[in-house]
């Protein structure tokens, strides 16, 4: 999406119009119910967050999972959403699907609350979640130290199955464990 483009927002699109528009990184953007949403890049505090997230789990997925940020992904809805989950694992057989990643490959979504997000991050993406059938939902805080709510999808809806700070050992989608003090070095605190 180029700057040029941005003149000529509309409402109602399909998921394949909205990832065949052009590649425009200075704001994130996100289709719901068919509109274009633009929200700004995340702060460095977040974008460290889930880039030391990333290097905890990536090393301890087994194969046939693949740790991604920052990717569009279709929730498959009857009205067209595509969200940016901060970090997801997926079944990596997704890798070798043509267009946006689908929310059926998904098998873990996180979100990392900004001030901004935090009705978006942890009232309406799970229930878009919930509703697209993703099993497991990792909702982060940072302030006053890095928590993680982990919720698991049972009978359509998410119910909280763990809070955790200074430590998380989770078992779905497979065991994890994560070092939530070493997330967000002293410097952001």
Not at 32 to 41: D, E, H, I, T, Y
Not at 114 to 128: A, E, N
């Amino acid at each position: 999406m180029t700057a040029a483009w941005r003149d000529d927002m509309r409402c109602f699109y399909t998921v394949d119009e909205f990832a065949a528009l052009p590649e425009d990184n200075s704001m994130r953007f996100e289709l719901l119910n068919g509109c274009m949403v633009a929200s700004p890049r995340p702060l460095m505090p977040h974008m460290v967050v889930i880039a030391e997230l990333y290097v905890q789990l990536k090393p301890q997925l087994p194969d046939g999972m693949l740790a991604v940020t920052e990717i569009d992904l279709d929730l498959q809805l009857t009205r067209p959403v595509v969200r940016i989950p901060d970090l997801v694992i997926l079944d990596v057989r997704a890798v070798r699907k043509p267009g946006i990643v689908k929310a059926e490959d998904v098998l873990l979504a996180v979100e990392v609350l900004l001030p901004s997000s935090v009705r978006t991050d942890t009232k309406i993406k799970p229930l878009q979640y919930a509703d697209a059938g993703i099993p497991n939902l990792w909702v982060v805080g940072l302030r006053p130290s890095v928590t993680v709510t982990v919720h698991r999808l049972v009978n359509g809806n998410y119910e909280k199955s763990q809070h955790a700070e200074h430590a998380l050992l989770a078992h779905d989608p497979c065991e994890l464990r994560v070092d939530l003090d070493s997330l967000l070095p002293a410097m952001f605190r």
